[in-house]
């Protein structure tokens, strides 16, 4: 039997674990002392701990039981918007149009009753149970659909990418009643905590940060499991594993809607933490980007996934602040890299340096 | 003023066509008289100058029509005053001639009433319904259907009957015969009427004939009411007409992106998603080549295109060797590691597009021998669509044709059905490869050609088109070029009959899903590969 919590995976949250305690307790020093982290860094690291637990939903679909979706930015955006529009309805009368019922760009629109599907998002717990439902709901109807038809490899990406597409362009839509173009944003605060106060703030990034760690401790838990070992089996032989009597689709389903909800998760503690959500999101690129994140950090490792989430979004706020130009560049040679030269990621070439003992390097095909 | 001979010709040829003209008297004498006697009187030497056919007769008649004719009182000159009460400026009214500021009271002002204004603008109407320039007496016909009067039905008769001009005299038909329907003509002259307007398109019979709709005549409502109907149901066949056009331009567009993409996905297995890129590089092709004639040889602006056509399928396919020499060929049989990779390319793409030529929309013109536009019927075909329809039909066949015929077809064909074996009977199977890459590249850079025609180009272009095309190949069914064919056109037909009543973007999102739940029923496609390889 496999541990639940192996070296690799003790190392991630003993480090996750230090950054969440010593961070806030760095904001609370005196701004002379030069360990003193500004508080408005917290939203970004928490930010960063999203897109590390996005990489962690992908790699549980991707690296285990080889479903490459390109439409994971899909899921991760629907918990967003529950998420916002909770957050939309807790503004309450305060908005511009001092609306206590509808959101502003409603009124803007010449609304005068909430659609039907906003009912009950004035319920934080309501938003909350969405953020997981719908996304997960979604992916096991488009899931069950799929993999009952056998559509897999390239065509499953292709179609994946095809839905976010699609979300992209009816979430642009006015009388879609999301905001359109603008998204939403403008948001005060969460369960009558103001979003701007710095403890709110360190509030929802300890709160990622354990979202993180208990997602990557279900998904390893899922991974070592019997049905853990059926995934890889898919991953690897399709046929054959059909061929001994499992039931592929079911497996696959449940994996999907698994990553799927946790792409939601993450989208609904990135907006109360960025303050927006627009359309954007469901923009077929960014969901590619979350692949380079799962293929630098390593395939099949949640940790590297991780990994290289935070490694790629930190490169690329460094790069688009100081050389915007190049951060295309950068980004395009790093997806040619992965591919030609890093089959296994950071991880992998962790494991070629150091090659422990006589056992072989886990293989990872595609 | 210079009296032109053009002129002369013109008044003459009226003289001869209205030959009581020969009488009239001459303009000056007419405009002196104006300000003497009453309204009516006034009224009858307007007509009278209608008459003359003179060719100042219009802007006499405009200055008077707009109360700016006025009488100089020391020369008895006839000025036409413009400007605001204390700065007011007179030109001759015959010659145009600047005279210069005028004081208020320098002036008498040749009055008018609204009786007097509609006969002037009746004999306005005559006069430009005359005018001998065919553009202008055509423009006169056809503004006198759109605001018919019952005044005009004489001068409208007498201008059809003068008229040498077929078009013209159609147009003059059906304004005179919605001058009659709207005079208190008898019901015969008015049924008529209403039978010679349902000939018109559709548009115009609404218009002329909706406010008939209820006419205090039985017989007269019926006949209209059958015209309207007559007409409703041609507009409706001519829009679908509108919509099967636009369908399968769209539709050859989508088969243009789509037909680079089925050589690489289709036939190869190769998921190109740099393939957009690729098209995007055609369209800054011949941005380029356009901004070199244009400084260079602006003459040969008209044959920019074909400079283009040939250099961006070169310059393309060597991109797109490089591409499969670099990165690809290192992937095959790892079709989800080519995926990201390509992706890589594809980014880097538009970023070097980005930092050479700018982010904005570059601005690519078309040759003069491809624009303007066809009308047949009531639907109008423009040029550039044309011309895309027509280049896909050729890309596509000529493809088609360099599949089966040519020697590279042939090996191209036996590499992807059987590697080993190919390579056994002596084919350069890594050759081939990059060749084959390299024909799908160069004919996304022939698509972007075609493209920098109809859409914006810019660093994103490729973006647009990518996902789109994917969908073409797979919905035809991957390795059917017949099926890329028929999935493109269907897929912009529906696209564009779906518009109407779904709007832009909702009809894309159904097509979208369509797709996706099309796939899952039938995840070969619609003319799958048979036989044991297409397994995979």
């Known amino acids: 039997m496999t541990r639940l919590i192996d070296l690799r995976l003790g190392l991630f949250l003993a480090a996750l674990f230090a950054v969440t305690v010593l961070a806030p307790l760095a904001t609370t020093l005196p701004s002379t002392s030069a360990l003193n982290l500004p508080s408005y860094l917290i939203p970004l690291m928490g930010k960063y701990l999203c897109y590390a637990l996005l990489a962690v939903a992908l790699d549980l679909c991707w690296g285990y039981a080889g479903i490459l979706s390109l439409g994971h930015g899909a899921f991760f955006a629907l918990g967003g918007y529950a998420m916002g529009m909770h957050l939309m309805r807790e503004i309450g009368a305060r908005g511009v149009y001092a609306n206590p019922e509808l959101p502003d760009f409603m009124v803007f629109l010449g609304w005068t009753e909430l659609p039907w599907f906003w009912y009950g998002f004035d319920m934080f717990w309501f938003a909350a149970v969405m953020a997981l439902l719908v996304p997960g709901l979604l992916a096991f109807v488009f899931g069950w659909f799929a993999f009952r038809s056998r559509v897999s490899g390239v065509y499953l990406s292709i179609i994946t990418q095809a839905l976010t597409f699609a979300l992209l362009l009816a979430f642009f839509r006015n009388d879609m009643g999301f905001g359109g173009n603008n998204g939403l944003t403008d948001f005060r605060d969460v369960l009558g905590f103001s979003l701007s106060a710095p403890s709110t703030r360190i509030a929802l990034f300890v709160l990622t940060a354990v979202a993180l760690a208990g997602c990557m401790l279900l998904a390893r838990a899922i991974t070592i499991s019997k049905a853990g070992k059926v995934l890889v089996a898919v991953r690897d032989a399709e046929s054959r594993t059909r061929f001994l009597g499992y039931r592929v689709e079911s497996y696959s389903v449940f994996v999907f809607t698994v990553s799927a909800m946790m792409a939601g998760l993450a989208g609904a503690l990135y907006v109360p933490q960025v303050g927006i959500i627009n359309p954007g999101e469901f923009a077929p690129a960014n969901s590619i980007e979350i692949v380079v994140w799962v293929a630098l950090g390593g395939r099949g490792t949640l940790v590297g996934a991780a990994i290289g989430a935070l490694v790629v979004v930190a490169l690329k706020s460094w790069l688009t602040a100081t050389f915007p130009d190049l951060w295309l560049f950068a980004l395009g040679g790093l997806f040619i890299l992965v591919t030609l030269a890093l089959p296994n990621g950071l991880l992998g070439l962790l494991d070629r340096l150091k090659p422990r003992q006589a056992k072989p390097a886990a293989e990872v095909p595609a | ?536």
Request: aromatic share 8%; charged share 15%.
């Open chain 2, 1 to 536: 003023m210079p009296f032109r001979p053009l002129t002369l010709i013109a008044a003459f040829c009226l003289a001869v066509v209205l030959p009581f003209l020969a009488s009239a008297q001459t303009l000056e004498d007419l405009i002196a008289r104006l300000p003497d006697g009453n309204f009516n009187d006034r009224a009858a030497i307007v007509a009278q100058i209608a008459e003359t056919g003179d060719p100042r007769a219009a802007q006499v008649l405009d200055a008077l029509l707009e109360g700016e004719l006025e009488q100089r009182s020391a020369d008895g000159r006839f000025v036409r005053v413009t400007g605001s009460r204390n700065n007011q400026t007179a030109t001759d009214v015959l010659t145009g001639e600047d005279l210069g500021p005028v004081a208020r009271r320098s002036t008498e002002a040749v009055r008018v009433n609204n009786a007097l204004r509609r006969s002037i603008r009746t004999a306005l109407g005559v006069l430009t319904l005359m005018d001998p320039d065919p553009a202008r007496r055509l423009a006169a016909a056809e503004a006198a259907l759109r605001s018919p009067s019952p005044d005009q039905v004489e001068a409208l008769a007498e201008a059809m009957a003068a008229e040498a001009n077929a078009t013209i005299r159609i147009a003059q038909t059906r304004a005179h015969a919605a001058a009659v329907l709207a005079s208190d003509l008898p019901l015969q002259a008015k049924l008529d009427a209403v039978a010679v307007i349902g000939e018109a398109n559709a548009q115009v019979v609404q218009q002329t004939l909706n406010a008939y709709r209820n006419a205090a005549e039985p017989e007269l409502a019926a006949a209209v009411g059958a015209a309207l109907a007559e007409a409703e149901s041609r507009q409706r066949m001519w829009s679908q007409a509108q919509n099967l056009w636009f369908g399968l331009s769209l539709g050859s567009v989508l088969l243009l992106a789509a037909i680079g993409l089925a050589i690489t996905f289709g036939v190869m297995g190769v998921i190109n998603l740099a393939h957009g890129e690729l098209v995007m590089l055609g369209a800054y092709t011949t941005y380029t080549v356009q901004q070199i004639i244009r400084t260079n040889a602006p003459e040969y602006f008209g044959y920019s295109l074909a400079i283009a056509i040939p250099l961006a399928f070169l310059l393309v396919g060597a991109v797109g060797v490089l591409i499969e020499r670099g990165i690809v060929r290192h992937l095959y049989g790892r079709p989800l590691e080519t995926l990201l990779g390509t992706w890589g390319v594809s980014l880097i793409l538009q970023q070097a597009v980005r930092s050479i030529y700018g982010p904005t929309n570059r601005e690519v013109g078309t040759p003069d021998w491809m624009s303007g536009a066809w009308q047949i019927g009531e639907l109008t075909l423009t040029g550039p669509r044309i011309a895309i329809v027509i280049f896909s039909l050729a890309v596509f066949f000529g493809l088609l044709l360099l599949m089966k015929y040519s020697a590279f077809g042939l090996q191209m064909r036996a590499v992807t059905q059987n590697r080993p074996m190919a390579a056994n009977l002596g084919i350069r199977t890594g050759y081939v490869d990059a060749l084959t890459f390299g024909l799908g590249a160069g004919i996304a850079g022939l698509a972007g050609v075609a493209l920098s025609q109809i859409d914006n180009v810019s660093p994103n272009l490729g973006q647009g088109y990518i996902i789109d095309s994917f969908l073409v190949v797979v919905f035809g069914g991957v390795g059917n070029l017949w099926g890329t064919f028929a999935a493109a056109l269907s897929l912009g037909v529906a696209n564009k009959f779906l518009e109407p009543w779904a709007g832009a973007v909702l009809g894309k999102i159904v097509i979208l899903v369509f797709i996706i739940l099309f796939i899952q029923k039938r995840p070969r496609g619609l003319f799958p590969q048979r036989g044991r390889a297409a397994e995979g």
